[in-house]
């Protein structure tokens, strides 16, 4: 497992406490409303951590695509032989 920098660890932070005080926006250029859930505001920080170039892991989100992409083609090629 990656390990996030202690940098990065603060911008989530700092992203939380703007969440807490109703000062985080989501969405593109912050059109997308005020942030209600924690992990959302989480993500956000990430994301900004990211942008910054520290070191964070990589999204789960990402992670599973290529897991499940790589399950699906190998059932794939199992229902083509059979």
Request: avoid cysteine; glycine fraction near 14%; proline fraction near 2%.
């Amino acid at each position: 497992m990656a390990a996030k920098s202690r940098s990065a660890g603060k911008d989530v932070k700092r992203a939380v406490s703007r969440a807490k005080k109703g000062k985080l926006k989501s969405g593109k250029g912050g059109k997308g409303g005020t942030v209600k859930n924690r992990k959302q505001a989480i993500a956000i920080g990430l994301s900004e951590a990211r942008k910054k170039g520290k070191k964070v892991p990589p999204r789960k989100s990402a992670a599973k695509k290529t897991s499940a992409r790589k399950t699906k083609s190998a059932s794939t090629k199992k229902g083509a032989a059979g």
